[in-house]
């Protein structure tokens, strides 16, 4: 998985969920590859959220003073650029 997640340019995780949407005790992220090239992606990334997961939620409940309220994210792995909707400056 390190050298997966470290790999620049590699994978794009898309979350869709906004921040006054995140999370309950047990949250379940629902991974969906959007091409056969990045299923081994999704698989690393559902894995990395099984093992790591609950302590993620913790701290960005922490950092955000935001609670999770869906049960279910999913989220769409994709090489490529994210796009949140917002314009980037460069």
Do not use: D
């Amino acid at each position: 998985m390190r050298g997966l997640l470290s790999r620049s340019g590699w994978v794009v995780v898309s979350v869709l969920f906004s921040l006054n949407t995140l999370a309950a005790q047990n949250t379940t992220l629902v991974f969906e590859a959007q091409g056969p090239e990045c299923a081994a992606a999704s698989e690393e990334y559902r894995a990395l959220w099984n093992a790591k997961g609950a302590r993620m939620k913790t701290v960005l409940e922490q950092v955000t003073g935001l609670a999770f309220t869906e049960p279910t994210i999913p989220v769409i792995v994709f090489e490529g650029i994210a796009n949140s909707g917002c314009p980037v400056n460069r």
